[in-house]
């Protein structure tokens, strides 16, 4: 093994246990952050127990967890049962590692290791585990593998409301995995590439070069698929806990059951991020390229914004959660089906329509002026778009009859 292919092998290993535990930490304070947004919404104190101002509830729920006795129900597959948590969790924490969130960092070193033998490495290395070519791609295939594991859940635990949990979400995913992917297939037609990174240097490129600005209505639609995805609120019907107890983890305890807890702020996180680098130009600092030049500082810089903006996002992602009642299942499918899958398709209809038209008018122009046409071209479309759902018409779930008036004389017959 040459000294080189050793260095880089020594960079990834130290990247992806410092990006675990990056994840591990920021999804754990994730919670305490929900913790305390929820309770200043309602006007209550909060966590305030466990350190400074409840600084350390997080350690405090995790011993309790690894601490508390496992329950494994008599009656059910006991291999499922304890594979179901892993399946759901090993996407949710792998997935952040394929996303940039910085600007590459220089590094240099070149030292022997006794009898490990030489080591070197010299040049720029991505802020991202894996700065995977199909990064794109991988996300949105790998991210599906988690309702494996609520569908086990739920089957495993020979429960009904644990069943019927992994069967909500089962349908759940197939309902909006199709109108996400199809969300982002705009955003293909203006890079013409599915490497993350590539994306992200697409969207420095001036004024307008947010992808939020010439295709606003896919990200509605990644949002709130985003939101579906990640089973929350309105969209937790796998674990309504008015109609299924706890859903798909009612028989589950200990670690076992924060592993469901874990992976769920995982892919919030996750779609946090995404959107991020989709749609809010990533780690790029808008209107210089003083972040492209390569250094410590500039690595630090664009990972600060790009963390500002991914904090923004989970505040939303809480704040709908907080602020939102619960769909009815029927609701959920009609929004899904009839909604947001009819958009995507129309609209990527007419991105694919108006970006050759808008290439052969500007053709040589700056790429700015292409998004600032398209961005023009998405206002009505999200007027009308938005005028209509306004209505209440389009997600009225199950049929609602008409009941004609009933007279006087007939209600005393």
């Keep these: 093994m040459t000294p080189d292919l050793k260095g880089f092998l020594l960079v990834t290993i130290v990247k992806l246990l410092i990006s675990f535990l990056f994840v591990l930490v920021v999804v754990a304070y994730t919670t305490l952050l929900e913790r ?24 405090a729920d995790g011993i309790k967890n690894i601490l508390k006795e ?17 399946v759901a969790l090993f996407p949710a924490m792998a997935l952040p590692m394929v996303i940039a969130w910085g600007a590459p960092l220089p590094v240099h070193f070149d030292f022997t290791l006794g009898p490990l033998g030489r080591f ?19 996300v949105l295939a790998f991210s599906s593998l988690g309702v494996y594991g609520i569908a086990l859940a739920g089957w495993s635990s020979n429960n009904k409301y644990s069943l ?11 309902s909006y995995e199709i109108a996400l ?15 993350l990174s590539e994306i992200v240097a697409r969207q420095q490129q001036g004024a307008f070069g947010w992808f939020i600005f010439p295709l606003a209505l896919s990200a509605f639609v990644f949002m709130v698929s985003s939101l579906a995805e990640t089973n929350r609120v309105p969209f937790d019907l796998p674990e309504a806990e008015s109609e ?19 992976a769920e702020y995982a892919n919030m996180l996750t779609a946090s991020m995404m ?25 630090l810089v664009t990972g600060t914004f790009f963390f500002a903006r991914v904090a923004a996002l989970i505040f939303i992602f809480i704040w709908l959660r907080w602020t939102l009642p619960r769909f009815r299942f029927d609701q959920l499918m009609a929004l899904g089906w009839k909604v947001l899958l009819p958009i995507s398709m ?6 694919a329509g108006a970006v050759w038209g808008v290439d052969a008018l500007l053709a040589g122009a700056a790429p700015w002026t292409r998004n600032l046409a398209l961005f023009v071209i998405n206002l009505p479309v999200l007027f009308l778009v938005f005028r209509v759902l306004d209505r209440g018409t389009l997600v009225s779930g199950s049929y609602r009859r008409s009941v004609p008036a009933v007279s006087r004389r007939d209600r005393a017959a």
């Design 36 to 59: 305390w947004l929820c309770a200043w919404m309602q006007d209550r104190l909060g966590p305030n127990r466990a350190g400074p101002r409840g600084i350390l509830q997080p350690v």
């Design 70 to 86: 496992e329950m494994i129900p008599g009656s059910s597959n006991k291999l499922l049962f304890v594979v179901a948590p892993a």
């Design 120 to 138: 070197a490495f010299d040049g720029l290395t991505s802020m991202a585990v894996a700065d995977l070519p199909v990064g794109f791609l991988f």
């Design 164 to 174: 019927m949990g992994g069967l909500r979400a089962s349908a759940q995913m197939i």
């Design 181 to 195: 992917g199809l969300s982002l297939v705009p955003i293909l037609l203006l890079t013409g590439n599915v490497s």
């Design 244 to 262: 299924l107890v706890a859903g798909y983890h009612s028989e589950y305890s200990a670690m076992k059951f924060s592993a469901f807890f874990i």
């Design 275 to 299: 959107f991020s680098t989709l749609f809010l130009g990533g780690w790029g600092i808008p209107f210089t390229t003083w972040d492209e030049q390569g250094g410590l500082l500039q690595t």
């Design 346 to 351: 129309a609209y990527l209809l007419l991105i």
